[in-house]
DNA sequence: GTCTATAATTAGATAGAC
DNA sequence: GTCTATCTAATTATAGAC
């Protein structure tokens, strides 16, 4: 899956580019309602109301930062289906599950962005899960469920396997202070990467 | 674990009460930065300067939310690690596990604070976690390594599967709408929270 | 302990110059 | 596309009556 290279903004480049780099960062410490425009704007170098221009309302911004960080994953999930039915189940469960972890440690913004709003209910959390969520739910737990029809996963509601490996890929990433301050690692060294991923995956499957 | 009855407050009870009860949900929804406390006032049936005459600031009565969930708990985690002895490590790690579980389910805005504040580091968050959250970690992690040592609980550094354990549990009640809404499956039902409970065990115990 | 009144600051959003 | 100027509403906090 790739990172959404376009929301990576250098200083040198415009300014509907700058806000969106900027409002991931403050979306994703502060929340929906903590986040400010003007904290956006000083971040990313601008006039609060250059935000407003480009992005309509701040939940107009809220979306486009999703959508720049998700799309092009969601776009892909079909060419993966094909590719990983080519694969066991397991084989196509190990990939998929370390995808999964390389995307969180590349933009773990988004999963905080995610805890922060997947606890309440309004338009903004609707369209969330009808675009994006919904459809990697779909993807993610029908493997689970070829994967157990081949005896090759854990028994147990596709659904709930599904959110215990969400919980447990994220909570390192998304927790990173808290995480790095109790138990001494670093969350995003790559071989720490690796076996949070070989958890999950031996978490997951029946060997 | 108790769950903290201070902060059950009913409509007939005094303003500071009220304002607990109600400054928990509202925390807990939107975060310290999105929470305001008119809106924590009006929840809780009184004029928003109350709070301020009861906490003086919104730190001082986010500081007394937390403290009215956690400080029992604490305060009683020597008495649990004396009971715990007397079973074995695998007993041990199983009690505490579904205790975990019990507590998250009755009381899912503490972790859902936990999500907002665990990836910034300012005052408040470094006094949550050396007051409450370096306790539990330090009680919880040597459960983990007394079981390793007995051959009873999966091997690995105790840190990373104490946050793998937080990051399983939790999902569920923290994410309760988006869980719902995906999998069906109504997470506070207590065959459910059993469920939970068991899977969590089976991921840490070798057995 | 709870209220009214009010100050000082910050919020999201609009209008218009260049 | 970016800026200055400005509006209205909401924010935290203070002062003081009862």
Chains 1, 2 share one sequence.
Do not use: C
């Not at 960062?25 to 609060?48: C, K, N, P, W, Y």
Request: aromatic residues 10%; hydrophobic residues 45%; neutral net charge.
């Amino acid at each position: 899956m790739n990172t959404g290279a376009a929301i990576e903004a250098a200083p040198q480049e415009d300014g509907r580019s700058r806000i969106l780099a900027a409002a991931l960062e403050v979306f994703s410490t502060s929340g929906f309602e903590g986040a400010s425009l003007r904290q956006i704007a000083d971040r990313a170098g601008v006039m609060h109301q250059l935000v407003v221009y480009h992005f309509k309302t701040k939940e107009g911004l809220w979306r486009a930062v999703i959508t720049s960080i998700l799309d092009d994953n969601i776009a892909r999930l079909p060419a993966w289906r094909t590719r990983l039915e080519a694969v066991s189940p397991a084989q196509a469960l190990r990939t998929v599950v370390r995808e999964f972890v390389l995307f969180t440690s590349r933009r773990p913004e988004f999963h905080r962005i995610a805890t922060f709003e997947g606890r309440a209910d309004n338009d903004r959390i609707r369209w969330l899960l009808q675009t994006y969520t919904r459809p990697y739910f779909e993807f993610s737990t029908s493997l689970i469920r070829a994967a157990q029809t081949a005896g090759a996963a854990r028994p147990g509601d596709p659904g709930r396997l599904h959110y215990a490996v969400i919980g447990l890929v994220t909570t390192s990433f998304v927790f990173a202070h808290e995480y790095r301050a109790m138990t001494g690692l670093e969350p995003f060294d790559p071989a720490e990467i690796e076996r949070i991923a070989a958890l999950t995956f031996d978490f997951l499957a029946i060997p």
